[in-house]
């Protein structure tokens, strides 16, 4: 019921199929929830009836228009009748105005947020991909009389200058869905035990999304400030009978496919769906290599919404949020216990001395902890200085503070070693640095996305890092190269560059229109397959991961939301004398020396190693210390 200092909300079309999904949603993130409609009795069959306030309503009767709008109200209307008769003419003749008028009477008492569902069909027959900015062409009375419900709606949200989005949906399966639907047929299908589901050839291209995520999308949409279309969809095009034998698959169940029953329907086109407007949100640990000291204290954790840009093959986490992260006293990153790590510094040193004259200057710009200013300081007679505000140690080479634009140094060569990854807008990043140093040569290293998809290395995916490159999207920083290539067994890629080269074209291309939100899920489908196979070999033993900077926090996260090993991990092990004893952020997984694990282990218990290109120094550490027989699993 009514709370104060909760945001209200009026919905309509709460017992349709979205509207039952989206009010609990809602709810449990604490609104205060308004429901408007003619059946009562309807309502009450759901569980979530009891929380929301009641207010009888029929939009064919204007009787019933007597809302009692609490302050502030923001509306979100839902409800359509006459579904899924698309090419009944009642969608003109009726629905058409009967919304229209509702929708000016809503405005007209003082609803200031507006967000109404809409259809793709309203696109007509296009083929291929549909932006939300492009012109529509419906075919159907429901298509026709939604488009322009959307045209008089915005014309009145102009005038009245309201907030007015519009969601179009593309195709939905799920809990509620009306029993003529595809995905529902099938469900009723296999609960009756038949042998033949029958349906169209198949061969149609969709764009389909499950209700729980329609409604997250929507959830998403709602706290958006600005108005416009947006597109509610997954950006994922299926083959329909694909779509159907995935489904099959999951629920383990053969049922032989009656393909051709059903005709395609005359109004679509064969093959279309939808570039996705609307980002997917997870939550991950801010800073991963910060373990906490004590399982009270839980770190915060940072919104990840990634989107992609395809002239530039570029990555970014456009929910960044730089005021989340707290690199204080606890924070390590450091490799450079790892001899592995050792010999790669000593690689990237020895191709930037290629690239200088002896005597040169060279600067590192987020140097942490100095180890690389140490190496080159050991090794060479260059003058070097370093700039990061998390260092921590007395090297008076090195500045604790950024770098502004009233600075101007003199240098041979800037240093960028795993710095540009954690820059929001990474080209005003690189023109500051150009102000600065103003005709250095410049080394850029970063991850390489690449590496990262194709290895299905989704706990690569960490709050920390905005931006994810390809060898495409770093080479088009710059007009020109020095040099560019792969390190660290392909991880990592580099650059050398001229910084008076930057490339405008980087910038234009990244303030376009050319970007699509891309879903965690279908960057990585395949994560909950990884972790039942780790379950697979690990079976009642224990599991260990070595590894607990980023990849091994990032990892156990995902195990925790997931439901999955959690249980099974006893610790991680570090070679990191700073991390013992201390906790993983997000999975309160404890962090344990590597003599404490030789004590442990037991025959048959399972070792996670967190990153590949460690293994052979890992296992190595493990046969001069142990003879026990382990399950050694690279993740």
């Known amino acids: 019921m009514y709370q104060k200092n909760k945001k209200n909300i009026i919905i309509t079309g709460a017992s349709g199929f979205i509207g039952q999904n989206l009010v609990p949603f809602f709810l449990e993130r604490k609104f205060n929830i308004t429901v408007l409609a003619r059946n009562e009795k309807k309502l009450k069959k759901f569980r979530w009836f009891k929380k929301v306030n009641f207010q009888k309503l029929d939009l064919n009767d204007k009787k019933t228009w007597n809302i009692k709008i609490l302050k502030s109200s923001s509306l979100i209307h839902l409800a359509w009748q006459g579904l899924p008769n698309y090419e009944d003419s009642y969608h003109l003749k009726n629905n058409l105005k009967s919304n229209y008028e509702f929708i000016k009477y809503m405005i007209k008492e003082g609803t200031a947020h507006i967000l109404i569902t809409g259809t793709c069909l309203e696109y007509g027959k296009y083929n291929g991909k549909l932006y939300s900015n492009q012109k529509t062409f419906p075919e159907i009375p429901y298509a026709k009389a939604k488009d322009i419900l959307r045209k008089k709606v915005q014309n009145l949200s102009n005038k009245k200058k309201i907030i007015f989005k519009w969601a179009r949906l593309f195709y939905i399966f799920g809990k509620g869905q009306n029993k003529r639907s595809l995905i529902a047929d099938l469900e009723n299908t296999i609960k009756q035990k038949k042998k033949t589901f029958k349906m169209s050839k198949g061969d149609q291209i969709r764009d389909y999304l499950p209700i729980e995520k329609v409604v997250e999308q929507l959830f998403e949409l709602f706290l ?71 399982k009270r204290y839980n770190q915060a954790l940072g919104p990840v919404r990634l989107r992609y840009n395809k002239s530039l093959n570029f990555i970014e986490n456009d929910a960044f949020d730089e005021k989340i992260i707290n690199y204080n006293s606890d924070y390590d990153n450091s490799q450079s216990y790892s001899q592995e790590f050792k010999k790669h510094m000593i690689k990237v040193f020895n191709i930037i001395k290629k690239n200088l004259l002896k005597n040169s200057k060279i600067v590192e710009v987020g140097c942490g902890q100095g180890h690389f200013i140490d190496l080159i300081s050991n090794n060479s007679n260059y003058e070097v200085r370093g700039f990061d505000t998390s260092y921590k140690g007395k090297n008076k080479k090195i500045e604790k503070r950024y770098l502004t634009k009233s600075d101007s140094i003199s240098a041979d060569m800037v240093v960028l070693r795993h710095v540009l990854e954690h820059i929001p807008k990474p080209y005003e990043f690189l023109l500051l640095l150009k102000s600065v140093f103003k005709k250095s040569k410049i ?154 694990f030789f004590k442990k282990i037991k025959n048959n218990d399972t070792l996670l190693i967190s990153n590949p290109i460690y293994k052979s120094e890992i296992i190595k550490e493990i046969k001069k210390n142990s003879s026990i027989k382990l399950n050694i699993i690279t993740i």
């Open 224 to 294: 958006k400030k600005e108005s416009g279309i947006f597109n509610i969809c997954s950006s994922v095009p299926i083959k329909v009978k694909d779509l159907v034998k995935n489904y099959l698959n999951q629920k383990r169940k053969k049922i032989k496919l009656k393909l051709g029953f059903y005709p395609y329907p005359k109004y679509e086109a064969i093959k279309f769906w939808g570039n996705r407007d609307i980002g997917e949100k997870m939550y991950l640990p801010s800073t991963p290599n910060a373990p906490l000291k004590s």
């Open 443 to 596: 080394y850029i290293e970063v991850p390489e996305f690449n590496w990262i998809k194709k290895n299905k290395a989704f706990f690569d995916i960490t709050y920390e890092h905005v931006n994810y490159f390809t060898q495409t999207s770093l080479g088009k920083l710059f007009k020109k190269k020095r040099e560019q290539g792969l390190l660290f067994n392909k991880q990592y890629q580099y650059l050398i560059a001229d910084i008076k080269d930057l490339n405008e074209s980087f910038k234009s291309d990244y303030y376009s229109h050319n970007w699509e939100y891309k879903s965690f899920e279908s960057l990585f489908p395949d994560i909950i397959d990884i972790m039942n196979k780790v379950k697979k070999v690990a079976r009642n033993n224990s599991i260990y991961i070595w590894g607990a900077g980023t990849k091994g926090c990032i990892f156990l996260n995902h195990c925790k939301n997931s439901n999955l090993l959690i249980n099974k991990i006893k610790f991680a092990i570090d070679i990191n004398p700073n991390k013992i004893g201390k906790y993983l952020p997000g999975s309160l997984i404890q962090i344990k020396s590597k003599e404490f």
